[in-house]
């Protein structure tokens, strides 16, 4: 059977919430509170969700409308498309029989269809065994890097580059202490280091949440987030925002003073994060990426599992490619007529959102 669950409609949450709670993986990607922390204007939070005897599917995403935008031709309605948020989703399934792949797909390209769906982008989890088979394209976009925790205690240790032990140690001398808080009591220290280090990165604006994002996620996830706080003689120094779902935990969002790097808070802060999840039988800690393929930044978490590389793809198909086309052409019509340079670009999707150039002040 297949249905759309929407997030504002609450008898319809509680189905969603209630096919989630009875999912062994539990992903919090696909928990409806977390997407709803990412719906904009115009936007809605729903679920496609395919329940038989022997499976169970959950692809959430959010639904924005077209309409509304500039370079939407005049009486097209409706139109959107799809996104899933910041994180690793996509079509999770489960149970005791085979992927229901051409029956989902089938009955959400009908749907899709009601809608008007111009087209849909998804960023697919690391973990293939959860979600079905993709009908689209499927684009590696960098390599992530995951901490497996089967491993003993002394195993574990070794298995880190020398020199975070090394670094775990200055820490340890330092006097660094790590503090775990389930409920965001410490979160204006967090975003006061949260900001600093964006700035420091000269970090995307998308990067900037707001206070109220935070709020919201320490409201409506109880449970499925814990922040790590490393202190310096009373003193936050280091912070992270770990997500938790059933069987890993995720490195998320956190910062670190620049006037704390000599103490390597942040490398026994991480460590610590791998010694707690594995104590609660997480099977992974997954520590993401970089900006860039192989920058420093993703140098440095692979320093926490130098054999941990893990593929993180992104998928994307047009469903109404007449339609697709016309908006492309209308943003290009609307940018020379405005005197911008606009084109669409090579790996930019869908090609008709890509932000123009900024003009020089």
Request: glycine share 8%; net charge neutral.
């Amino acid at each position: 059977m297949f249905s759309v669950f929407d997030a504002q409609e609450p008898h319809e949450m509680a189905t969603w919430t209630q096919l989630w709670n009875r999912w062994p993986a539990r992903e919090v990607f696909a928990h409806p509170a977390y997407l709803r922390m990412f719906r904009g204007d115009a936007e809605r939070v729903l679920c496609a969700a395919w329940q038989s005897e022997g499976a169970t599917v959950l692809y959430p995403f959010i639904l924005r409308d077209l309409t509304g935008e500039p370079y939407c031709p005049e009486g097209l309605a409706p139109a959107h498309d799809t996104v899933t948020p910041y994180g690793y989703g996509g079509p999770f399934w489960w149970g005791s029989g085979p992927a229901p792949n051409a029956e989902f797909w089938t009955s959400f390209d009908a749907w899709a269809g009601s809608q008007g769906v111009v087209a849909e982008f998804l960023r697919l989890s690391l973990d293939e065994s959860h979600l079905l088979a993709y009908p689209g394209q499927r684009e590696e976009k960098q390599q992530n890097v995951v901490r497996e925790l089967d491993l003993d205690d002394d195993a574990l240790w070794m298995d880190v580059e020398h020199k975070v032990r090394k670094n775990v140690k200055t820490a340890r001398r330092c006097g660094v202490v790590i503090e775990q808080d389930s409920d965001g009591t410490l979160l204006d220290d967090f975003l006061s280091i949260y900001a600093t280090t964006m700035d420091r990165r000269a970090a995307d604006r998308g990067y900037y949440f707001p206070r109220s994002f935070f709020e919201q996620l320490c409201q409506d996830l109880a449970g499925q987030f814990v922040f790590f706080h490393a202190f310096v003689d009373g003193q936050m120094v280091s912070t992270e925002l770990v997500l938790v779902s059933a069987h890993s935990v995720y490195s998320f969002l956190g910062g670190t003073l620049r006037s704390a790097f000599a103490a390597r808070p942040n490398d026994l802060l991480k460590f610590e994060v791998i010694r707690w999840a594995k104590d609660r039988h997480k099977k992974n800690f997954v520590l993401g990426g970089g900006y860039e393929p192989n920058d420093g930044i993703f140098r440095y978490k692979r320093s926490f599992a130098p054999s941990g590389r893990v593929p993180f793809h992104v998928g994307h198909r047009i469903l109404r490619p007449d339609i697709y086309q016309r908006l492309i052409d209308e943003r290009a019509r609307l940018a020379t007529v405005g005197g911008q340079a606009w084109a669409p670009r090579a790996g930019f999707f869908p090609a008709y959102r890509r932000p123009a150039a900024r003009r020089a002040a």
